[in-house]
């Protein structure tokens, strides 16, 4: 299993910037995809996830700003991010919890920067 993910960069705060990121391999019908991010100095954390059957998670610092969305059909998912504050500057990184929640394994792709300049 592979992830691949783009989008990302620069902007200001208030602005938007939206991610994407395409799984590839043997993807079980039954998973979890989202996105996670590490400030530099901070541990990795949860920001945002959606189950195949479209159930979704946010950390409580994102909820109302960003959004969260996937295509089961190619394996994709993104997350739009809107009103931009410095504090969302991290390395994004996708994830996806492939199988069931017993059973499955976890895979991330690369991580992509954001920076949001105040």
């Known amino acids: 299993v592979q992830l691949q993910a783009s989008g990302g960069g620069l902007v200001q705060a208030g602005g938007s910037l939206r991610l994407s990121c395409a799984a590839s391999?043997?993807?079980?019908?039954?998973?979890?995809m989202g996105w996670y991010r590490q400030a530099p100095g901070k541990q990795r954390e949860l920001v945002a996830t959606?189950?195949?059957?479209?159930?979704?998670s946010f950390a409580v610092s994102v909820k109302g700003r960003f959004t969260i969305s996937r295509d089961n059909a190619k394996s994709t998912v993104n997350l739009q991010m809107s009103s931009l504050k410095p504090d969302d500057t991290a390395v994004y990184y996708c994830?996806?919890?492939?199988?069931?929640?017993?059973?499955?394994?976890?895979?991330w792709g690369r991580g992509t920067q954001v920076t949001v300049s105040s």
């Open positions: 959606i189950t195949n059957t479209g159930t979704t």
């Open positions: 994830n996806l919890y492939n199988g069931p929640s017993a059973t499955g394994n976890n895979y």
């Open positions: 391999g043997n993807i079980f019908s039954i998973n979890v």
